[in-house]
């Protein structure tokens, strides 16, 4: 798994820098609100904040980015289980030509999340990293021929987690705005 996560990420490497050397690259920042969800013992969200950034390339209607995210601190208290994830994904979208300025996209990403969770209970802890996969829905506002404003939803499944007896899966809720910077 990790040896085809390399590939993946080298040749989505050679693709972005492709771009970026054709003179359609862009870097960005975005944060958010994130409903962190465990599925299989609390099925319940819990809030929590998450900033990221990223580089990419653009090719006409489609961008290609490579993203890293941190998500703060999550304390499930019904299970007692506390939680620090971390995310390295490839992004891949289309923007849809609405206008000159207002350009939706949809898109999906593969890659991994990195994840530290401790079971109060057992004070057992666990930490690793599983296959990550997201789909994303958002809307680009071109604010100048180089800035744009970002504003979107993103699910993303984390995978499973075994800490102490709990078998634990975990997903997300993403609302994020940021800036993509073009050059």
Known sequence: MRIQLFCLMFLFGL??????YAGNGYFGVRGGVSDLRE????????????????????????????EYTA????????VQIDSQFQRLMANGYVDLHVSRYVRPYFGAGIGS???????KKSQNKSSGANFA?????????????????????????????????QNLH?????VYAGLRFSF
């Open 71 to 78: 998500l703060s601190k999550v304390k499930f208290e019904s």
């Open 39 to 66: 599925t299989d013992v609390a099925d319940k969200y819990k809030s929590a904040g998450f900033v990221s950034a990223y580089i990419g390339g653009q090719s006409g209607a489609f961008r290609a980015e490579a």
């Open 113 to 119: 999340a990195f994840y530290s969770v401790h079971d």
């Open 133 to 165: 996969w997201n789909a994303t829905a958002g809307v680009g506002l071109k604010l100048t021929k180089n800035v744009t404003f970002d504003t979107g939803y993103r699910y993303t499944d984390m995978g499973d987690v075994s800490v102490g007896n």
């Open 15 to 20: 693709t972005i820098s492709s771009s970026v």
């Open 170 to 174: 975990f997903n997300t809720q993403e």
